[in-house]
């Protein structure tokens, strides 16, 4: 069955990197775009970024623009979120979601992130 | 950016009544409308799209409706399953930068 599974999350302090993972199976990974949504204590849900199904598309949410890179590598079947310069508001739980015709659809369980000096 | 308001902040109600659940968009956006239900500990779950189609998971108690600034969501008679948190997402600027609203706790009375 159709599964995601979020991972690289962790501690980190502010204006240090992190680098997370969605690994994909179940499904055709290569026909589906791929969201990542975040839930914080302050702001709730909140859109992170998008990459379509072949990775010739990006989009980012402005208070992660120039931060944060979304990637995938379909031979892997794994998206990436590459978050650079991170502040104490990236705190929360980052999931990764297929995309459906611009809406997460499917979720996966969510990787914490914490960033706190 | 488009705000998503929903309303009430929280629902208290009893297994059996009919709960309805409110979003309002700060400018239209269309049909372009979600509901996400999520439970404890749990990733939230698509329930509606298109504003009025359910997901194929869940049962026809479950219905959204309305279009453009003001969006509905109705749970016909409330099953124990269905005390949650309800969150609204549009999604129809493009390029996309999607919104949720603030969710509404529906909890037992």
């Known amino acids: 069955q159709m599964q995601l599974v979020e991972s690289g999350g962790g501690v980190v302090q502010p204006g240090r990197s992190l680098r997370l993972s969605c690994a994909a199976s179940?499904?055709?990974?290569?026909?589906?775009?791929i969201h990542w949504v975040r839930q914080t204590p302050g702001k709730g849900l909140e859109w992170v970024a998008l990459i379509w199904y072949d990775g010739s598309k990006e989009y980012y949410a402005d208070s992660v623009k120039g931060r944060f890179t979304i990637s995938r590598d379909n031979s892997k079947n794994t998206v990436y979120l590459q978050m650079n310069s991170l502040r104490a508001d990236d705190t929360g739980l980052y999931y990764c979601?297929?995309?459906?015709?611009?809406?997460?659809?499917?979720w996966g369980q969510g990787t914490l992130v914490t960033v706190s000096s | 950016e488009i705000v998503m308001t929903q309303s009430p902040p929280t629902l208290s109600l009893s297994p059996g009544e009919r709960a309805t659940l409110s979003c309002r968009a700060s400018q239209s956006v269309s049909r372009n409308l979600a509901w996400y239900q999520q439970k404890p500990g749990q990733a939230p779950r698509l329930l509606i799209y298109?504003?009025?189609t359910r997901a194929t998971d869940f049962p026809a108690r479950f219905s959204g409706s309305g279009s453009g600034t003001e969006f509905t969501l109705t749970i016909s008679s409330l099953q124990s399953e269905d005390f949650a948190v309800y969150y609204c997402l549009q999604y129809n600027n493009w390029p996309p930068q999607l919104t949720f609203g603030g969710g509404t706790k529906v909890e037992i009375k």
């Open positions: 298109g504003a009025s």
């Open positions: 979601a297929t995309d459906q015709s611009r809406r997460p659809e499917f």
């Open positions: 179940g499904f055709t990974f290569s026909s589906y775009g």
